[in-house]
């Protein structure tokens, strides 16, 4: 059965610390997408990244780092120098390629950055 | 810009009473969804429609309905709201023959409070 696991629940980092944000997904598929998404205080998810299942490749966008290994089935976030408005809960989330049009959510992480 | 738009951000419904919240989209994407999420939890999909073809997740209650009358639009119904069911109604949409595995566009959410 496919699952996507966030450990950590909240996380508090004072503005400009790096923090990562830990996701691990079980699936039976080969083929298979994991994505982030953040969910800020207004409420709508918005997409960061998608990443297939053949594609190991560490991904970097500005402060943003996704770090995708399939040995551990583990796809973790990074945000390097946080600022304020990094504050909201990120979810991980996997779709199956057999799993049709349905997404599995984690529980998500609610990161609060102080000034 | 090209956007999911829920309607109305916050909707306050009686126990019993009938409620419809609404979806319209201009991305002209054939994958309408309807996901509930609780508080402090993953959203959880309830249905979703591929073009006109509606299909329901095995446990969502048949206090939950959807109508999508054209590709732009669509409605989910619940026809007499428990306390239970107060919590955030997301709408998303997505592109594709074969799945998600492209990635949701949200709209801002419904928040549906019973009372």
């Known amino acids: 059965a496919q699952k996507v696991t966030q450990a950590q629940t909240e996380i508090s980092v004072v503005e400009k610390e790096d923090v990562t944000l830990d996701c691990v997904y079980e699936t039976r598929d080969t083929t298979y997408y994991l994505f982030w998404y953040k969910q800020p205080p207004s409420g709508e998810l918005v997409f960061l990244i998608r990443r297939n299942s053949f594609d190991e490749q560490n991904e970097i966008s500005g402060r943003y780092s996704w770090n995708f290994q399939k040995s551990t089935s583990s796809f973790n976030f990074t945000i390097t120098a946080s600022q304020v408005v990094d504050s909201a809960v990120y979810f991980c989330a996997l779709s199956e390629d057999t799993g049709g049009f349905k997404t599995i959510f984690g529980a998500g992480t609610r990161l609060f950055v102080k000034a | 810009d090209a956007m999911v738009i829920q309607n109305p951000r916050y909707q306050v419904t009686q126990f019993g009473k009938p409620v419809t919240l609404s979806c319209s989209q201009t991305l002209n994407h054939n994958v309408m969804y309807w996901y509930q999420q609780k508080s402090s939890q993953a959203p959880k999909l309830l249905f979703h429609y591929y073009d006109k073809d509606f299909n329901n997740e095995a446990d969502t209650p048949d206090n939950f309905q959807s109508r999508r009358p054209n590709t732009s639009f669509c409605f989910l119904d619940i026809r007499s709201p428990g306390l239970g069911d107060a919590a955030m109604y997301l709408c998303?949409?997505?592109?594709?023959?074969?799945?998600?595995?492209?990635?949701?566009?949200f709209g801002s959410g419904t928040r549906l409070t019973v009372v």
């Open positions: 998303a949409t997505s592109r594709g023959d074969r799945g998600a595995w492209k990635g949701y566009t």
